[in-house]
């Protein structure tokens, strides 16, 4: 019989050791390994699978149906860590399961966090995820979904919305296509359609000086950046090529 590394490895899993390990440890007995194998090898994202995603040193509660987060986003994390201060308002928007909040809640001490998606398949896990830091989960369409008080409150708005242009879904890995909510990933015809809703509302939220961090794609970095000046901030973009990640950050008006 073939062992499960095997298994793994047939079903085109480039790091099977390491993937066999995870699956035995999250395996309640042999029956219930038998039950993550077949999913794995029919093709559900690891994550998924196993219950967790590793992101920015912290294990993030995942499931089914949810948009698993990625290592890109740990330099969008970055950027908002750096951004933050203590005491600070930051409220993750689009947030899917709370990673980014609960990243930079879990590197700057004493921040008021709050974290929103439409999703509540997803907020689930949020609120389990962010609960640690004191956050508070807010379901709704982008704004929609947020408290009005925090109207011209928040210091850091860290947003990973859904960018891949819709034509380009089809290209993306099966466990992403078949997987994820369609939501997540489809950004409208050029991938920027909800960074313009995003940027068309920000300076209502922003603090005075607050910034508004929002990941894309070196391509489309300067059609999101457009939208952040269009919404009334100063645009600029950052990039890492350690995560081939870029990071577009727009800032308010001071006072």
Request: glycine fraction near 10%; hydrophobic fraction near 45%; include cysteine.
């Amino acid at each position: 019989m073939a062992t499960l590394v095997e298994l793994l490895r047939a079903a085109g899993c480039v790091f099977a050791e390491e993937e066999a390990e995870l699956l035995t440890e999250a395996a309640r007995d042999e029956d219930h390994l038998a039950e993550l194998r077949a999913r794995r090898v029919a093709g559900e994202p690891l994550e998924t699978v196993v219950g967790w995603a590793r992101f920015h040193g912290l294990r993030m509660e995942v499931g089914e149906g949810v948009f698993v987060p990625r290592r890109r986003s740990e330099f969008l994390a970055r950027q908002a860590v750096a951004q933050a201060g203590r005491g600070a308002v930051v409220v993750d928007l689009c947030c899917g399961v709370g990673a980014l909040g609960a990243a930079v809640a879990s590197r700057v001490p004493g921040i008021e966090l709050h974290a929103a998606d439409i999703d509540a398949r997803a907020l689930g896990y949020a609120r389990r995820n962010v609960a640690p830091y004191g956050g508070r989960v807010h379901q709704g369409d982008l704004y929609a979904a947020l408290p009005a008080a925090l109207r011209g409150r928040v210091d850091v708005l860290v947003v990973n919305a859904p960018y891949v242009p819709t034509e380009e879904i089809a290209l993306l890995p099966a466990e992403a296509r078949d997987h994820e909510p369609l939501a997540t990933l489809d950004g409208g015809p050029d991938g920027v359609a909800v960074h313009r809703r995003v940027a068309a509302e920000a300076a209502q939220w922003l603090s005075p000086g607050g910034r508004l961090l929002i990941e894309t794609s070196a391509r489309q970095a300067p059609l999101t950046a457009s939208a952040l000046t269009s919404g009334g901030l100063a645009a600029r973009a950052v990039t890492s090529d350690e995560f081939h990640a870029t990071v577009v950050i727009g800032t308010a008006p001071a006072a």
